[in-house]
């Protein structure tokens, strides 16, 4: 199996993660793709946040389910003075006082309003869970387009030392055949030149891998950068479902459209919550109350009070708020729809991406093969004295061009993969089941 597909296997079955602060070692650290995805989903803020997010509405939901059940308090107090007084619990003239009550209560109708909360509270939650998925998958490509990047230009360093390479023999080379009068002082001149172009290239090559191994321990919390410890670039996709199947996935179970609609939900109970504003609450409440030091003490009494309460006028509150809920539910209509249209053009964008890159793969990878067979060829005529020094630079440029032009190809396929599986919220196999 690919190493993006083992990765995204992995991130799929993956649960929250506590965020890991131990100092990295030393020096480079070398990291599959996999670890780097591991260390990223650990320790990237941005997951770390949509995570919380997660945990707030959880304890909003919780906070919601209480509602449903009666509130309990206990309070007791105690009093003393240098002179007798009146204690009106009691009937008595007392110096020291004391009471302890236990209290219930209990709303008994709320307008609708505690339901209404409560369908609010899960269907946020449902939002922050499939947020959370996303900014996962957005991590993931994230990382993984990091990860390419350095291993792309791990290889354009080894091309460019090819390259320099290949001209330090043909400076050698020209050298030897001005000796022998087979070549001329031109000839040595456009070597030096060549060698002096391919050192430029390995010097950028050289910065541009450093730079890229840098950003790639930036994403994983590794301080000193970080290298990938294989060759990763793939160089073919996976067989992927139709355009229509992957359509029909997203627009049922992508992150987006699922966060969206599930907004949306969250945003009618609220309306409907701000709508049961017009209606009377009603509330039981109860309790006892003691008032000696006895135990069990002779002095009690309980209370039981029913109480209703219906504001005739708030200085239009209740018209403000049901109006801005209904501004807000508009507002998540347009979201909801706006997602589900914009993923299935993600969607097929992405897929074509991915065919796209698969073939600009294989064309490179020829095109590199050809390049090497005609440097070949060079080289035998320009021994012979059948082709010119121009020629045979030429062909070593072409051949140094398609080395980078097929790795460049390869991490963009591997991009576009990841690019895919971002936007369905899953990994191919799992789309292809």
Known sequence: MHALSIASVALFALLSVPPSFAQEGAGIRRVSLEEAIRLALERSPAAISSESAVRFAQADVLES???????????????????????????????????????????????????????????????????????????????????????????????????????????????TRLRVGTATRSDVLRAELEMGNAEISLIDAETAER?????????????????????????????????ESLVAWATDRSPEVVARAAALDAARATRWAAMGSYLPTLRATGGYDWFAFDFPPDQRSWSLRLSASFPLFDNFGREAEVARAAAAQRLAEAEARDATIGVRVEVENAAREVEAAERRAAIARRAVELAREDLRVQEERYRIGGATILDLQTSQVALADAEIAWVRARQSLGVAMASLESVLGAPLEAVGR
Do not use: H, K
């Open 65 to 175: 389910r209480g509602a449903w059940f009666p509130s309990l308090s206990a309070t007791s107090s105690f009093s003393n003075s240098s002179n007798e007084r009146f204690d009106q619990s009691t009937g008595r003239l007392v110096s020291e006082s004391y009471n302890a009550q236990l209290q219930a209560g209990y709303d008994l109708f709320t307008g609708g309003r505690r339901w209404n909360e409560r369908r609010r509270s899960s269907a946020e939650l449902r939002a922050a869970e499939a947020d959370d998925r996303a900014q996962r998958f957005e991590t993931v490509l994230v990382t993984t387009e990091l990860f390419y990047e350095a291993a792309a230009t791990g290889q354009i360093v080894d091309a460019a030392s090819q390259r320099l390479e290949r001209a330090r023999r043909q400076l050698e080379f020209a050298e």
């Open 211 to 243: 730079s890229s191994r840098l950003e790639l321990g930036r994403q994983i919390g590794v301080e000193d950068g970080a290298e990938p410890a294989e060759d990763a670039l793939p160089e073919s996709a996976p067989d992927l479902p139709t355009t």
